[in-house]
């Protein structure tokens, strides 16, 4: 087989494997917009799309399917039109996110299948037909482009994310792809590389065989989908530009790099979250990662005015089980270590912090800041606490909301938001089983009547992560700054950072006495004289013998220059 000097080059550096108002803007100024940015210490919004918001009710019903799906199995209505909608509204730039990460919109199975839970549609994106559409219940390409600009234009970046492992079970209208491109069974065991990657997750949901080096025609089913909709030549075009100038071999992992990077291309998305990333060889992200990055640089250079910045094209890893205790290696079973980092990704969701939230602050943030600035540095995680697919939440009964926020979004490293815990979006839902009852409609009407819960009202609890997350917006120091406590009781930290030419600090307290006025201590970090503004309060004040008080009784301060 034969290889363009580009495509040699490539593989040999590639290697073989209406809400309560928050002191924000509804939309930033462009000023704002273009702030200090770095992926290391993003705040990540991850919502699934049809659970969000509805703003369009007539394409609830797609492709023929129906409302007969076990509880929260099936489709609700969300949509791109409905997140654009909160996007206008001021909704994520009053919370403070950088970033929004939708489950894939690329066209899912058109029926429903029942896998042992109930009846189930692809409602969470997972289960692919075909990865060059926008997924009708979701919208248009329209939609898609409008929800991508209006994120740009908030000062938001976008996060696609990437199924390469498998298609979308097999049903009555879904037919299984070809022997060459997928195989249909053994069932993982998850003892080592083999029985972790050559193998399907579970029956029924083919494997792309991402291993293959052997070129393969285009499924016909694909064939006459896209000549049923009379786009069939432009997409064979396509494709034959594609593999000409990189001399790729068309190989069933390369088709879908092809179809992958199309949506960076575009409509300008800026950054990859890999789903399944251990069930495909390592390799395989090595290569997808140049041409990923390739395609950014080609949308930036074509749209100057809605590019955010300079950064390069960014990517993160969902290694299921990946803690930031293990460092660079991970042990994929049978003695075999990966280092995904050094495979196309610079960052790996952090799977530990679901476990660790339950220790003290020190312990956690310490921690934290030890391994992003040692054995990590350079790279970073993405921490979370709820998510659409860990059936093991920290507070799934939401009884602990503020405490979340403090640890989420106070932790060295980027942090992740599961739509609906700013509104303590309950995920124990009795009706439903599994993964489900992670994947319940946004709670907009709790929040828009202020419900009551147990001690707390819920508009109380998005003004304070709103308030953590415009603190983090505001100083990136928070999550990729150096950590250092500077008192143990009450507890106050300072984080620092310095580089990309980018100098900043903060001080925060924890825990604070909420019956009298506190003097917190920041010497050695700001300068008698200095004044600086409580994030939490929106004080601000002068400092004084090498403390500040803001003259409010809170249990949480957000020290930094304003």
């Given at each position: 087989m034969k290889?363009?000097?580009l495509?040699?080059?490539?593989?040999?550096?590639?290697?073989?494997?209406?809400?309560?108002?928050?002191?924000?803007?509804?939309?930033?100024?462009?000023?704002?917009?273009?702030?200090?940015?770095?992926?290391?210490?993003?705040?990540?919004?991850?919502?699934?799309?049809?659970?969000?918001?509805?703003?369009?009710?007539?394409?609830?019903?797609?492709?023929?399917?129906?409302?007969?799906?076990a509880p929260l199995r099936g489709f609700m209505g969300g949509d791109l039109a409905g997140v654009t909608a909160k996007i206008k509204d001021g909704y994520f730039n009053r919370l403070g996110v950088d970033v929004i990460w939708t489950t894939p919109p690329v066209e899912q199975i058109h029926m429903g299948t029942d896998e042992g839970r109930g009846k189930s549609y692809g409602s969470h994106g997972y289960w692919a037909r075909d990865w060059t559409a926008v997924d009708a219940n979701l919208g248009t390409e329209q939609d898609m482009r409008d929800f991508v600009a209006a994120a740009h234009?908030?000062?938001?970046?976008?996060?696609?994310?990437?199924?390469?492992?498998?298609?979308?079970?097999?049903?009555?209208?879904?037919?299984?792809?070809?022997?060459?491109?997928?195989?249909?069974?053994?069932?993982?065991?998850?003892?080592?590389?083999?029985?972790?990657?050559?193998?399907?997750?579970?029956?029924?949901?083919?494997?792309?065989?991402?291993?293959?080096?052997?070129?393969?025609a285009l499924p016909p089913h694909l064939v006459a989908k896209w000549k049923a909709e009379g786009r069939y030549?432009?997409?064979?075009?396509?494709?034959?530009?594609?593999?000409?100038?990189?001399?790729?071999?068309?190989?069933?992992?390369?088709?879908?790099?092809?179809?992958?990077?199309?949506?960076?291309?575009?409509?300008?998305?800026?950054?990859?979250?890999?789903?399944?990333?251990?069930?495909?060889?390592?390799?395989?992200?090595?290569?997808?990662?140049?041409?990923?990055?390739?395609?950014?640089?080609?949308?930036?250079?074509?749209?100057?005015a809605e590019r955010l910045g300079d950064q390069k094209f960014f990517t993160t890893a969902e290694v299921?089980?990946?803690?930031?205790?293990?460092?660079r290696k991970f042990d994929l079973g049978g003695g075999a270590l990966v280092d995904y980092y050094d495979?196309?990704?610079?960052?790996?969701?952090?799977?530990?912090?679901?476990?660790d939230a339950k220790k003290d602050y020190e312990t956690v943030f310490s921690a934290y800041s030890g391994q992003l600035n040692?054995?990590?540095?350079?790279?970073?995680?993405?921490?979370?606490?709820?998510?659409?697919?860990?059936?093991?939440p920290f507070d799934p009964a939401r009884s602990k909301p503020f405490e979340s926020a403090n640890k989420l979004l106070l932790a060295p490293g980027t942090a992740q938001i599961y739509y609906g815990d700013e509104t303590a979006r309950r995920l124990d839902i009795n009706e439903a089983v599994g993964d489900a009852k992670l994947r319940s409609f946004m709670n907009w009407d709790d929040l828009n009547s202020n419900a009551q819960r147990d001690g707390y009202k819920v508009a109380d609890v998005l003004a304070h992560w709103s308030k953590l997350g415009q603190f983090r917006h505001a100083h990136v120091s928070v999550g990729a700054g150096v950590h250092q406590q500077l008192q143990a009781k009450p507890y106050v930290f300072k984080r620092t950072y310095e580089g990309q030419g980018i100098s900043d600090k903060v001080v925060v307290a924890l825990e604070q006495p909420t019956d009298k006025i506190s003097y917190v201590s920041v010497q050695g970090v700001f300068a008698d004289g200095v004044k600086v503004k409580d994030y939490y309060s929106g004080k601000r004040a002068v400092v004084k013998g090498g403390k500040v008080s803001f003259g409010a009784k809170n249990a949480i301060v957000l020290i930094g220059l304003d």
């Open positions: 290889f363009t000097p495509a040699m080059s490539l593989l040999l550096a590639l290697g073989s494997l209406s809400v309560p108002a928050v002191a924000a803007p509804a939309a930033p100024s462009k000023a704002a917009a273009h702030k200090p940015f770095l992926w290391e210490n993003a705040t990540v919004y991850l919502l699934v799309t049809d659970r969000f918001n509805n703003a369009n009710r007539a394409n609830d019903w797609s492709y023929g399917r129906q409302d007969d799906a234009a908030h000062g938001i970046r976008v996060l696609f994310d990437v199924v390469m492992n498998h298609t979308g079970p097999v049903t009555e209208l879904d037919t299984i792809w070809p022997a060459d491109w997928v195989r249909s069974d053994p069932v993982c065991t998850y003892k080592d590389p083999v029985s972790n990657i050559d193998c399907v997750l579970v029956p029924n949901l083919s494997d792309v065989r991402t291993e293959s080096d052997t070129p393969v030549e432009r997409e064979v075009k396509e494709l034959d530009d594609f593999f000409a100038s990189t001399g790729l071999p068309r190989a069933p992992r390369f088709y879908l790099m092809k179809w992958h990077t199309d949506w960076i291309r575009k409509y300008g998305v800026d950054g990859f979250r890999g789903d399944t990333v251990k069930h495909v060889r390592p390799g395989v992200w090595k290569e997808l990662q140049p041409l990923a990055a390739a395609a950014y640089e080609d949308w930036k250079k074509a749209h100057p299921y089980g990946y803690n930031i205790a293990s460092g495979n196309g990704f610079n960052s790996l969701i952090n799977f530990g912090l679901v476990h040692g054995p990590l540095k350079g790279y970073s995680v993405l921490n979370y606490l709820s998510s659409h697919d860990d059936s093991n």
